[in-house]
């Protein structure tokens, strides 16, 4: 176990209760608007039911650089003042109390501003966080081998910040053992066996993505031994240039000066050294050959054992027959071959615990981990970009089984959670759902809708405020939802269209080739009738382009919620001993950046 500091003080459960009061009064007026489908846009005229201000000035305002917006942090007070002073944020200046349609743009993009994790306070630091578990201890910064050398870069980005995480609050624990679920193609569980020597479980729903990992763990076994015994080779090589060299050079003196020292006494042998074999081999090149050995030692003896199969000394860097045959050190051929079995041996059942063992199985929060994992004992649990209700589960089983001591999730696809009180009147037989989890949440009975939480998958700081999303790809949607409405007498249309847009020539054959995939007939539109509804709509994509420009700015705030819910489930539970959000990874590399981290009471 690492000697460690303190952890760092996060927000109590009423601290975090009162954010989400402030955010949930926010978002009972500002969920309409992510709530609203594109596709129904111009069917259900989404624009003049829920904003009142002239798509250009939504435009205008939302299409500011963040570094104006930054260069003006005093537009942020009033909001901030009014949240600390009264408790209530004047909500009428950005939304009509009779209408609730939206009339302030400006404030409603410092309100959305003010409800992020970020400006709420709530995070906490990563660099900090390692401190605090490391300890003393050297941080380990992976610099002889980099997870980009097999993934892609945002993967890899991830993979190594996440990995580095997990290793240190396994130290600070003192465990050995990772379950990592909804391991996928195994990316990190392998990078946590081969670089931090944990032994991994990483658990998939998926019998592919487990095939799949078995196969990518084996290749990247292959790539890191090569990455770890290049160092190795690089001595190993100066070693046997200069062995060559030499042979080049004094042949024929060498092999004279060989036979002369065979010819001489035994008390002349005993008084030969290695430096009388091998002149080239003395002095400069030891010491030479010694420091670059020297400065292969950087890693801790954890690290080195994972790193270097074989220890090696200066006698494996010399040739044989520069070695002195004296009778205390000739070993025969046969016999040193089976030392070296022997010793292969012993270093490989040293390192049993440091595998990665893909599994396949469907996991629940009332799923058995000892029916999966024969061997389970106190170990971590970790998730990266676990799946819709994957997620909350992860929380649900580390606070039900004693073996688990800590957690790391990072969630994703929040339109795939399943919500407690999104259709009351629909009779369902599921206990445990995605959301919400914490008690004051099922108190309220809050329900984002699937809608909002398909726009939390948005977010302010991964997407540039004014460059908003392919709205050509919607307009081309909301226009062909109006049409079917109209031509068909479809007023609900469930049918997925898919990826047809970026297969279409044009809107005629985007059309064409929608109406056919959602098994209606196409022959009876004309061509004309197709254009007119393009025509009669093209003078208001910019009502579409400026809508989800404001879905966008509000994003952030769902994915809040969503985060504020999970880390408030865990401050309600009486054995966790420390819990918290953390920004994890770059915004501008990974979309899903926030980790919830959690850890029990040492008993």
């Not at 042949?251 to 005993?270: F, L, R």
């Amino acid at each position: 176990m690492a000697a460690s500091c303190p952890l760092p003080v996060t927000p109590d459960l009423s601290t975090l209760r009162a954010k989400l009061q402030g955010l949930l009064r926010f978002l009972r007026e500002a969920l309409s608007i992510s709530s609203a489908h594109t596709v129904d846009f111009y069917t259900e005229s989404v624009w003049e039911q829920l904003v009142d201000v002239p798509p250009e000035t939504v435009l205008a305002v939302l299409g500011r650089s963040a570094a104006q917006m930054e260069a003006r942090p005093s537009e942020a007070r009033p909001l901030a003042e009014a949240e600390r002073e009264s408790g209530i944020t004047d909500f009428s200046k950005i939304f009509c109390e009779t209408s609730q349609k939206l009339v302030s743009v400006e404030a409603f993009a410092l309100a959305a501003k003010y409800y992020s994790i970020q400006n709420l306070g709530l995070c906490t630091p990563f660099e900090q966080l390692l401190v605090a578990l490391q300890g003393n201890q050297k941080q380990r910064t992976g610099e002889n081998v980099k997870p980009d050398a097999f993934m892609n870069l945002k993967k890899s980005h991830e993979v190594e910040a996440m990995s580095e995480l997990i290793s240190s609050v396994a130290d600070h624990c003192g465990i050995k053992q990772v379950i990592d679920l909804g391991s996928g193609k195994g990316y990190l569980s392998s990078f946590l066996s081969l670089k931090y020597g944990l032994k991994v479980y990483g658990i998939d729903s998926s019998n592919t993505n487990t095939h799949g990992a078995e196969e990518r763990n084996r290749k990247l076994k292959k790539h890191w031994k090569v990455y770890h015994t290049r160092s190795k080779l690089d001595v190993n090589g100066l070693a046997l240039k200069m062995a060559k060299e030499r042979k080049v050079q004094d042949g024929i003196d060498y092999k004279a000066d060989t036979e002369g020292v065979c010819n001489s006494s035994p008390a002349n042998q005993e008084e030969m050294s290695t430096s009388d074999f091998l002149p080239d081999f003395s002095g400069s090149v030891i010491s030479n050959i010694r420091k670059q050995m020297e400065n292969l030692q950087v890693y801790s003896h954890r690290e080195e054992n994972l790193c270097f199969d074989n220890a090696f000394s200066l006698i494996d860097l010399l040739p044989i027959n520069a070695i002195e045959p004296t009778s205390s050190s000739q070993i025969p051929k046969r016999k040193m071959s089976e030392a070296k079995r022997e010793r292969r041996k012993t270093t490989s059942k040293s390192k049993e615990s440091n595998i990665y063992l893909p599994l396949t199985s469907f996991i629940t929060a009332d799923s058995e981990l000892n029916d999966i994992i024969k061997d389970l004992e106190d170990c971590l649990m970790v998730g990266l970009h676990t799946c819709g209700d994957l997620a909350p589960n992860t929380l649900r089983i580390f606070t039900s089984k004693s073996e688990i001591k800590g957690v790391c999730s990072v969630g994703c696809c929040y339109h795939l959670l399943s919500e407690e009180f999104e259709n009351p009147h629909k009779e369902c037989t599921q206990q445990k759902w995605g959301f919400p989890m914490c008690h004051y949440l099922k108190e309220e009975r809050w329900c984002c809708g699937r809608n909002a939480r398909m726009s939390a998958c948005l977010a302010l700081e991964r997407v540039a405020v004014g460059q908003g999303l392919p709205t050509e790809s919607l307009f081309y949607r909301a226009v062909l939802q109006d049409i079917i409405k109209d031509c068909y007498g479809i007023t609900k249309c469930d049918g997925h269209v898919g990826k047809i847009y970026s297969k279409s020539s044009s809107f005629l054959d985007y059309v064409r080739k929608s109406l056919k995939k959602l098994g209606l007939d196409e022959s009876k539109l004309p061509e004309k009738i197709i254009m007119d509804y393009y025509e009669k709509y093209k003078p208001r994509m910019n009502e579409l382009e400026a809508f989800n420009m404001l879905k966008v700015v509000l994003a952030p705030c769902i994915e809040t919620l969503i985060l504020l819910d999970r880390l408030c489930y865990l401050k309600e539970q009486e054995d966790i001993a420390w819990s918290a959000l953390v920004k994890l990874f770059d915004p501008v590399k990974s979309p899903r950046c926030y980790a919830v981290i959690a850890l029990k009471k040492q008993q």
